[in-house]
């Protein structure tokens, strides 16, 4: 009987065309989309790790509740020990101690009064010991013009705020802020380059120093305001990073201390946990809207095929089949063209994934104008669940289509379809 069905299907180009050319064109849109949203979330964990929370971060538990203000006035002091035993309690981890700061900034003319002014953020690491962080904030990619600091008192600034501070290369500058007891502090700084990091919130206006030269403007020996740790293979791993925080707080954490250190997780970081679920939900969702609008084009197909065919269905009543299994055939056939035409879709979305997998697509422009942390060049991202969640839409917008459809066998009388047999 299978046999049957299928030979019928593909003798009559009109049952099978349209239902398998809109399961290949939505398919195939699915199967991109979905792999351009896995890699722009993937660009997004990467970006957001790399800049502002790591894979996991350990703050003071004071600290930790101020997060996004960054109140270095509450770091960890003297932690150079303690970092020592975090390192060998997780070896799996790559940690980097890191302050986030915000200054003011101010260019002297050539008597050494005060030309211009601005604010700045900070980023304090370590630029010297090795280049783990170098590579880590992608500098060497990043710089525009000039080159990395190579001694201490040398930072770079973003080629934004270089050309509206009117600055050379070179130049000397001071930046003004406060250390971690209250006091007003300054220090000078030589500008050695310009970087760009291709997103708006951080290229308004950033500095980059080495963390020794802030620890000593700051007066905090030893100190860090964040000290972030990453898994070996830079890829975040959520259930890991929740059973290592867990564990860390249960060991160093004092509920008491409002300065002893608690470990977060990079969902646990303002809303990162937040938009982690939006990605979730939005793949569920497109699917969700994909059955339904594909479900109504199909069954607007199946319903001129089945007016067709409804000399067909008085034959087939006729010679004793009953309605029932007039109806369980369409759905068999469906499900024929639907599996045909999802993996024709799957094919081609794979072929164009890899495509934009392999060479990207420059984001650059988009990233000027928006806030989110997002790799300049984003790489489609392939993987079976989703090629899963593609193929099975396809599949069941085909049986949703031809379900409804084949629902008007049932309306109509069997003596009027005996009738259309007749015409």
Do not use: C
């Not at 003319?109 to 783990?132: K, N, P, Y």
């Not at 590579?135 to 705020?161: C, D, F, V, W, Y």
């Not at 024709?344 to 989110?372: I, K, W």
């Amino acid at each position: 009987m299978m046999q049957f069905l299928i030979k019928g299907v593909f003798r009559d180009r009109h049952r099978w065309l349209l239902p398998i050319i809109v399961a290949l064109a939505a398919v195939s849109i699915l199967v991109f989309t979905f792999s351009f949203l896995e890699g722009y979330k993937l660009s997004f964990e990467r970006q957001t790790s790399r800049f502002v929370s790591g894979h996991l971060k350990v703050v003071s538990r004071a600290y930790a509740e101020m997060l996004d203000m960054r109140p270095y006035d509450l770091a960890l002091l003297d932690i150079e020990a303690e970092l020592a035993e975090w390192q060998k309690r997780y070896p799996q981890l790559s940690w980097a101690q890191r302050i986030n700061f915000g200054a003011l900034i101010d260019i002297p003319d050539s008597r050494g009064d005060t030309r211009v002014q601005g604010e700045v953020i900070g980023f304090a690491i370590d630029l010297f010991q090795d280049d783990t962080e170098i590579r880590r904030m992608q500098l060497t990619e990043a710089l525009q013009s000039g080159r990395l600091p190579q001694k201490s008192g040398e930072i770079l600034i973003t080629n934004i705020a270089f050309e509206k501070l009117e600055l050379e290369l070179g130049d000397t500058v001071t930046l003004l802020g406060s250390t971690v007891f209250g006091a007003m502090t300054m220090q000078n700084f030589q500008v050695s380059g310009t970087i760009e990091f291709g997103t708006k919130s951080l290229d308004q206006g950033a500095v980059v120093a080495d963390i020794q030269d802030i620890r000593q403007m700051m007066d905090m020996p030893g100190g860090a305001g964040e000290i972030l740790a990453f898994f070996a293979n830079n890829e975040f791993q959520p259930k890991e990073a929740a059973r290592i925080s867990k564990d860390f707080n249960a060991r160093y954490s004092d509920p008491e201390d409002e300065f002893s250190p608690q470990m977060l997780s990079m969902l646990e970081q303002g809303n990162i946990g937040y938009l982690m679920q939006v990605f979730g939900l939005g793949m569920l969702w497109m699917s969700l809207g994909f059955i339904f609008v594909l479900g109504i084009v199909l069954w607007n197909s199946g319903l001129i095929s089945g007016i067709r065919r409804y000399g067909e269905f008085g034959l087939r009543l006729a010679i004793g089949e009953s309605k029932r299994q007039v109806y369980f055939s369409l759905l068999v056939e469906a499900l024929f063209t639907g599996v045909v035409g999802s993996l024709l879709g799957v094919l081609l979305g794979t072929a164009v994934s890899l495509y934009f997998n392999r060479y990207g697509m420059d984001m650059s422009l988009y990233n000027q104008s928006g806030n989110v942390l997002t790799e300049n060049m984003l790489y489609a991202k392939l993987n079976p669940i989703t090629l899963l969640w593609s193929f099975i839409p396809g599949v069941l917008s085909t049986l949703v289509g031809a379900a409804l459809a084949g629902a008007a066998i049932f309306k109509r009388q069997t003596s009027q379809l005996f009738k259309e047999l007749e015409t």
